[in-house]
Antibody, heavy 121, light 107 residues
Framework: QVQLQQWGAGLLKPSETLSLTCAMSGGSFSPFFWSWIRQSPERGLEWIGEINHGESTNYNPSLKSRVTISLDRSKSQFSLDLTSVTAADTAIYYC???????????????WGQGTMVTVSS | DIQMTQSPSSLSAYVGDRVTITCRASQSIANFLSWYLQKPGNAPKFLIYAASSLQTGVPSRFSGSGSGTNFSLTISSLQPEDVATYYCQQSSTTPRTFGQGTKVEIK
C-alpha cells in the first residue's frame, strides 16, 4: 500500500524559503496527481497545489508567485518550495496523493504525517 | 474560488444517534465532493468521494449524498471512535477548497 513520508525544516525566519520533501513508497507516480496542503487555525485546510506524473502543475493563485512543486522520479519523491515566507505561512504542511477514478480527480486518499512549520524572527 | 460552507460548526450527540452534516458549494460542483475526518494530531482521513462513494475500509455507517451545490454526510449510528472534525472538499476546479469543518462530540 502507498505510504508518504515527509520531512523538512520546521523553523524558518521571515523571507527564507520553505522546502519540504515527500517520499512515496509502495506504489507508482503514474497515473496520479500529488499535492501539498497546509492547515492553520486561521485558514483551516488550504490547498497549495499539485503535480501530476507528467510534471504538469496547478497552484493556488493566492500562493502561485511563491510556490514551486517538483517531482523526482528517480527518488520517488516530490517537493514543495515556498519562497519569502512570513508568519502567515506558519502551519502544518501535508503531502498527499490525489484519488483518481477513471479520468476524474477527487479528494486526497493517502496523506503524509504532516510537518509543523513555524516562521518567526 | 469556490467557497465551501459546512453546518453546523459543531454538534454533540449520543452514542447510537443519527448525525448529519451539510456542506454547500458556492457554485455547482456536480459530484466532485469528498469528505474527511480528522482526529487531533493526525492527518485527515479520506472517507467518501464522488459525493456518495465510500472509500475502501470505511465503515458502512458513513454515507454521503447530494449533487450540484448541496451535500450531506450522515453517520447512521454514532460511535465513540467517530469523535473528530469532519471536512468537505471540492475537486471540481482549482483551487481545490475545503469547508471550515464540523466538530463532532459525544454527549
Amino acid at each position: 500500500q502507498v505510504q508518504l513520508q515527509q520531512w523538512g525544516a520546521g523553523l524558518l525566519k521571515p523571507s527564507e524559503t520553505l522546502s519540504l520533501t515527500c517520499a512515496m513508497s509502495g506504489g507508482s507516480f503514474s497515473p496520479f496527481f500529488w499535492s501539498w496542503i497546509r492547515q492553520s487555525p486561521e485558514r483551516g485546510l488550504e490547498w497549495i497545489g499539485e503535480i501530476n506524473h507528467g510534471e504538469s502543475t496547478n497552484y493556488n493563485p493566492s500562493l502561485k508567485s511563491r510556490v514551486t512543486i517538483s517531482l523526482d522520479r528517480s527518488k520517488s519523491q516530490f517537493s514543495l518550495d515556498l519562497t519569502s515566507v512570513t508568519a502567515a505561512d506558519t502551519a502544518i504542511y501535508y503531502c498527499a496523493r490525489v484519488f483518481r477514478k477513471g479520468y476524474s480527480l477527487y479528494g486526497m486518499d493517502v496523506w503524509g504525517q504532516g510537518t509543523m512549520v513555524t516562521v518567526s524572527s | 474560488d469556490i467557497q465551501m460552507t459546512q453546518s453546523p460548526s459543531s454538534l454533540s450527540a449520543y452514542v447510537g444517534d443519527r448525525v448529519t452534516i451539510t456542506c454547500r458549494a458556492s457554485q455547482s460542483i456536480a459530484n466532485f465532493l469528498s469528505w474527511y475526518l480528522q482526529k487531533p494530531g493526525n492527518a485527515p482521513k479520506f472517507l467518501i468521494y464522488a459525493a456518495s462513494s465510500l472509500q475502501t475500509g470505511v465503515p458502512s455507517r458513513f454515507s454521503g449524498s447530494g449533487s450540484g451545490t448541496n451535500f450531506s454526510l450522515t453517520i447512521s449510528s454514532l460511535q465513540p471512535e467517530d469523535v473528530a472534525t469532519y471536512y468537505c472538499q471540492q475537486s471540481s476546479t482549482t483551487p481545490r477548497t475545503f469547508g471550515q469543518g464540523t466538530k463532532v462530540e459525544i454527549k
